[in-house]
């Protein structure tokens, strides 16, 4: 497994080693001996989330406040996703910042956002399905969400037209008004 660094601490890329022939392919998704070691820190993992979208959905921008925040190990593992991680730490000289990167079922990466960060992504395939492992709980009571296009975040979303929104993230906050860590 290969552990990619992104320009902001904490938040990572595991590419796995992927054994392929004319029969399929093979792989280990997920080691904890080796992902605790990238990160640092044992990471229990205490749900497995799994969602399907369709072509220009945009779920995000998602965190939950302490004491029930969410680290996320994330992939897609059917079509195309662009994810996204904003950076909600206060006393972060990234705070505000964010990273995007293409998740799919051909590259098989999986992103690292750990305590601290809000998460999004929009579907580019006709379909996506798409893993979270969380190091917390859902905990409606204390889930929050930041506007997918606030300004002041800037993000570079690839759309062709305006996405698909649940109510909630149409109607969420802007970052100045958001919650942090």
Known sequence: ????????????????????????????????????????????FVQDNHSRSVKGVLRGLHYQLPPTAQGKLVRCVVGEVYDVAVDLRADSPTCGRWVGLYLSADNKRQFWLPEGFAHGFVVLSDVAEFLYKTTCYYAPQQERCIRWDDPQLGIDWPLSGSPQLSAKDRDAPFFRDAQRF
């Open 1 to 44: 497994m290969q552990v990619i660094q992104t320009e902001i601490a904490d938040l990572l890329i595991f590419e796995p080693a992927v054994f392929g022939d004319e029969r399929g392919f093979f792989m280990e998704s997920f080691n904890q001996r080796c992902f605790d070691d990238a990160v640092g820190r044992h990471v229990p």
